[in-house]
Every structure is written in C-alpha cells, then in structure tokens.
C-alpha cells in the first residue's frame, strides 16, 4: 500500500478536524462550568445584598424606636426641671 501525498493531506486535515472538534467541545464544557460557576455566585450575592437591606431596615427602625425614646426622655428631664 502505498501512501500518496493526498493520502496524506486528507488524513492531516481529518485529524485537524477531529482536534479542533474536540477543543471546541472541551471549551464548551469550561464555558459551561463557568457560567454554571458564576450563576451560583451571583446567586449568593444577592441573597448577601438581600441580608443587607433587611438589617439596614431594622437598624434604622431601631434608630427611628430609640429616636423616640429619647425625646421622650428629654421631655420627662425637662418637666422634671420645669418643676423645681
């Protein structure tokens, strides 16, 4: 069996194919596993930021709860004043 030029070229560019199937489909599986990845990060961020919002809330009800408390402290002192 003799192997021609051809024969040659045609099994470079057969092998070529196959290659650059492979990779195509290997870059494929890491850009889904990135995505996949990032997804999941994303994900957490937001639950994170979700979190966040909450307790900012809740502190500046606390903050607005002891706003009032002392006003109404500082209006007991001054009756207490007033009265002496």
Excluded at 33 to 42: G, P
Excluded at 46 to 56: F, H, P, R
Aim: hydrophobic share 40%.
């Amino acid at each position: 069996m003799t192997v021609t030029v051809d024969r040659v070229i045609n099994l470079v560019q057969l092998g070529s194919i196959v290659g650059g199937m492979a990779y195509f489909g290997a870059e494929a599986g890491r850009r889904d596993e990135r995505l996949t990845v990032n997804t999941v990060r994303v994900e957490e961020l937001a639950n994170i930021v979700q979190d966040l919002t909450k307790a900012q809330v809740a502190s500046a009800s606390g903050q607005a709860n002891a706003q009032r408390e002392l006003d109404h402290l500082r209006e007991r002192i001054e009756r207490l004043e007033a009265g002496r």
